[in-house]
């Protein structure tokens, strides 16, 4: 290492979002330097291989990104990425034939589940209208702060309007996802499947004030994507990702902690690695910004000194709501591939290994008591195993040359997911549940039980399980909440989030830049959506300037006395 390095951007963590931001500035010519703390880049996109032959996602698994421009203007399939999308009317076709899993057996969804589903995430139209949806609802940045945001300015709105006026109501801004669903669909099980989905991936089906954010949510991976998962997983993703930066020149270090974001005259200019980092020189310096990766709470609480900013800042950020669920993943290792019980099996339903879904998704109620377990008591699960709420990924979603699981006899499902506190707000402090591993491990193998008839003692090798606590301080930067980042219903709004202060992206102290899913507008597990909404705002503020493979959301405001994101571009023509 040099004596002195001195970058145009210096990025602190190299998870999706740091990574993709570093990526987009090093196409633009910008030198760039992304510190990062574990020996290896890629947060939540990680596979891991727990014993020789057995891979699993202990995080990310599903392609929520489906309708990103990166991957248009970063050109992934350059650098490796292969993945195989599943067409929407396919993906439709097989919900309905599947139907939902309750306590009695399968629930038919009916046509005007369907039907009414298809209407308002966009597909029903000729030609659909469902990835300007998405993009509208995630892949476009907030406002500038001297527009008023109004029912006839917000993206997602205006899109219904054009395509679907039938539809558009001001009383959008005010339903839950739930309220949406009453007036479109049919069953009770397939709204109580639709929001859980939602709940899991981003703003929740019982938040007041987003019930299209919490829909785009679950059309992302559901409709738009159809369960597809890249070719090597998500960590095959952001091998592209990582490969894109590098080949455009950015310099990434792991094993490099950063201790403090260093701000001189009210600039950032700089970062100031911990004494353990793997690294002669301490202090990287930034000539026009400094870009946290990190998340709103360790970014402001414990990367700047507090003389920087001022008590109220601090105060709010720490107010700043993460509450929201943290996923208990559980991936099963058996000697036989785990079996549906009889009411679960037949034609087009379930078959022996495959099979996915939510369970039970009998009543909302159900889907209630499990957010009072989450948000209420705030400890591990208290509901009795047959009534606690889970999900599964599809087993048969890698092919046959990419399998979980190589080991001969032996067979591996998940993940499986539960909802447990995230670990800032369980009762008793972070890492409580952990105390209680064994007894939350066995609550939810009896859970799935309840589906899965030979999950039992003889047949189950090893239970593998990431627990919230082990997520954010054993391997990744999923920093309290989950992964929608921060609390997402009606007064967090993209021109709020997460504090006004800190809307679009911008910070008091100047040249620091948010690019996390606790720092902003969209979170959820949108990925490249906050580093394509930043790079508007870099433009504006004139650090960088991209080439004509850039466009900007064609629902992009500039701000007043900066420069247009929209100059010098393709004027979005690609974007739709």
């Given at each position: ?5 001195r970058?145009?951007?210096v ?7 740091g990574t993709a931001?570093?990526a ?8 760039v330097?992304?510190l ?10 990680e596979n891991?291989?727990p ?7 202990p ?10 421009p ?26 309905q ?8 057996g ?14 308002i ?5 000729d030609?659909?209208f469902?990835?300007e949806?998405l ?11 001297e527009v008023?945001?109004t ?5 997602y709105?205006?899109?219904?309007k054009?395509?679907a ?13 739930f ?5 479109y ?6 709204k ?10 981003g703003?929740?089906?019982?938040y ?13 991976v ?10 090597g997983g ?8 990582i490969?894109?930066?590098?080949s455009h ?15 001189e005259?009210?600039?950032a200019?700089g970062v100031?690695?911990?004494d353990t ?7 990287v ?5 400094v ?5 709103i ?6 990367l700047?000194?507090?003389a920087?900013?001022s008590s ?12 929201g669920?943290c ?5 099963f ?6 079996m ?8 087009g339903?379930?078959e ?8 039970p998704c ?11 377990d989450?948000?209420?008591?705030k ?8 009534k606690?709420?889970?999900m599964a990924?599809?087993s ?5 040359s990419?399998p ?6 032996a ?8 909802y447990?506190p995230?670990p800032d707000?369980?009762?008793g ?5 952990d105390?209680k591993?064994d007894e ?24 593998f ?17 989950h992964f929608?980042?921060i609390?997402h ?20 102290i100047?040249?620091?830049y ?20 930043l ?9 960088v300037?991209p ?8 629902w ?6 900066k ?14």
């Amino acid at each position: 290492m040099a004596q002195e390095e001195r970058y145009d951007f210096v990025i602190v963590g190299g998870g999706p979002n740091g990574t993709a931001m570093a990526a987009y500035l090093g196409k633009c010519g910008a030198s760039v330097c992304v510190l990062e703390e574990r020996p290896e880049s890629g947060g939540a996109c990680e596979n891991v291989e727990p014993m020789p032959g057995v891979h699993i996602n202990p995080h990310a698994v599903y392609m929520y990104a489906g309708p990103a421009p990166g991957f248009e203007q970063l050109e992934l399939h350059k650098y490796g990425f292969r993945m195989n999308w599943s067409p929407l009317i396919e993906t439709i076709a097989k919900q309905q034939e599947v139907g939902v899993l309750v306590s009695d057996g399968v629930a038919p969804i009916t046509n005007k589940d369907i039907e009414g589903w298809a209407k308002i995430c966009g597909i029903a139209s000729d030609p659909p209208f469902i990835k300007e949806l998405l993009r509208a609802t995630h892949w476009c940045p907030p406002h500038p702060p001297e527009v008023e945001v109004t029912a006839e300015n917000i993206p997602y709105m205006q899109v219904y309007k054009k395509h679907a006026p039938d539809i558009w109501t001001e009383e959008l801004l005010d339903m839950t996802m739930f309220d949406l669903l009453d007036e479109y669909c049919e069953t009770e099980p397939w709204k109580v499947l639709t929001a859980a989905g939602a709940w899991y991936s981003g703003a929740a089906g019982h938040y007041e004030g987003v019930a299209v954010p919490a829909i785009a949510g679950e059309a992302l991976v559901t409709v738009y994507s159809g369960f597809s998962v890249p070719r090597g997983g998500m960590h095959g993703y952001f091998h592209a990702i990582i490969r894109c930066a590098l080949s455009h020149g950015v310099v990434i270090r792991t094993c490099c902690p950063v201790d403090e974001i260093l701000i001189e005259n009210g600039r950032a200019v700089g970062v100031r690695l911990r004494d353990t980092a793997t690294t002669d020189e301490k202090k990287v310096w930034a000539n026009k910004a400094v870009i946290s990766g990190t998340g709103i709470h360790p970014t402001f609480l414990k990367l700047i000194n507090p003389a920087h900013t001022s008590s109220s800042l601090r105060k709010k950020v720490k107010d700043i709501s993460l509450k929201g669920g943290c996923c208990w993943v559980s991936h099963f290792l058996t000697k036989e591939p785990l079996m549906p019980r009889a009411k679960f099996l037949g034609p087009g339903r379930m078959e022996p290994g495959e099979f996915g879904g939510a369970y039970p998704c009998d009543s909302r109620d159900i889907y209630y008591e499990h957010v009072a377990d989450v948000d209420g008591r705030k400890g591990a699960p208290s509901v009795p195993p047959e009534k606690l709420l889970w999900m599964a990924t599809h087993s048969a979603r890698f092919p046959e040359s990419d399998p979980q699981c190589t080991m001969p006899g032996a067979h591996v499902a998940g993940p499986y997911y539960t909802y447990v506190p995230p670990p800032d707000y369980e009762a008793g402090g972070p890492g409580t549940i952990d105390h209680k591993k064994d007894e939350v491990n066995a609550i939810v193998r009896k859970a799935v039980s309840e589906v899965i008839e030979n999950l039992d003692d003889d047949n189950l090798i090893a239970h593998f399980v990431s627990t919230p606590w082990e997520s954010e301080f054993r391997n990744t930067g999923i920093l309290a909440g989950h992964f929608g980042g921060i609390r997402h219903c009606a007064d967090q709004w993209a021109e709020l989030r997460p504090i006004p202060e800190l809307a679009r992206y911008r910070t008091p102290i100047e040249g620091l830049y948010l690019c996390n899913q606790t720092s902003g507008h969209p979170g959820a597990l949108c990925l490249m959506a906050i580093p394509y909404n930043l790079m508007h705002i870099l433009i504006e503020d004139g650090l960088v300037e991209p080439g004509k493979w850039w466009y900007p959301s064609p629902w992009y405001i500039p701000q007043e006395g900066k420069i247009s994101a929209a100059l010098n571009s393709n004027e979005g023509e690609s974007y739709a």
